[in-house]
């Protein structure tokens, strides 16, 4: 569809096919403050885990790569060893796979994620914000977080348990290209 040479396009949150859970994160930065935030699903795209974080000081890349760090720490702790990371930052995905070197400031967080995935099944793709919407959702509330939160599962947020069941159900988004 196409209005004044913008084209709309549909996009949506898809299931990770099993063995495999799926890990959205995202960072949010505005001009006062930073915010990490992740989801991790099963193949039936329930809940497995949510955080949210602040981040002080930082720059977008830097909260990008907190928060997939977060997300990838609670995969670890919990033993999920079949990884499908799902992120809206293409430069996120080019410094993982090693196409382009990340931010001198960065090496350490960089070297950290890149540990813990070397003991994975992993792979990282791309996914539109528009579709991103419980990560987004989550790095947003990290924004206004004083410290670091684990959610319990059993007490989600009524807007992300919604969130997440439009998810579940294949709700389209539109991306205005």
């Known amino acids: 569809m196409e209005h004044d040479n913008v084209t ?23 001009n006062l403050s930073a915010g990490a935030g ?5 193949s039936s795209g329930s809940v497995l ?11 977008a890349i830097t909260a990008e790569l907190l928060a997939l760090n977060y997300g990838l720490k609670i995969c ?3 033993g999920f ?3 499908w990371i799902e992120v809206d930052d293409m430069l996120l995905i080019q410094i993982i796979n090693g196409t382009i ?3 001198p400031q960065n090496f350490y967080l960089i070297r950290e994620i890149k540990h813990c995935i070397s003991s994975m099944n992993f792979f990282i793709s791309h996914i539109y914000r528009e579709a991103n919407v419980c990560a987004d959702w989550l790095a947003k509330k990290g ?7 684990e959610l319990d599962i059993r007490m989600l947020n009524p807007i992300l348990k919604g969130m997440v069941y439009l998810d579940k159900a294949g709700m389209p988004y539109i991306k205005n290209v």
């Open 8 to 30: 709309e396009r549909i996009v949506n949150w898809r299931k990770p096919t099993p063995p495999f859970v799926k890990l959205n994160s995202d960072g949010s930065v505005n």
């Open 101 to 103: 070197p990340g931010n």
């Open 76 to 78: 670890k702790n919990r």
């Open 81 to 83: 060893n079949n990884v």
């Open 49 to 59: 885990a949510a955080f949210a974080a602040p981040i002080h000081h930082s720059n």
């Open 38 to 42: 992740g989801i991790i699903r099963d």
């Open 143 to 149: 924004c206004s977080l004083s410290n670091y939160e």
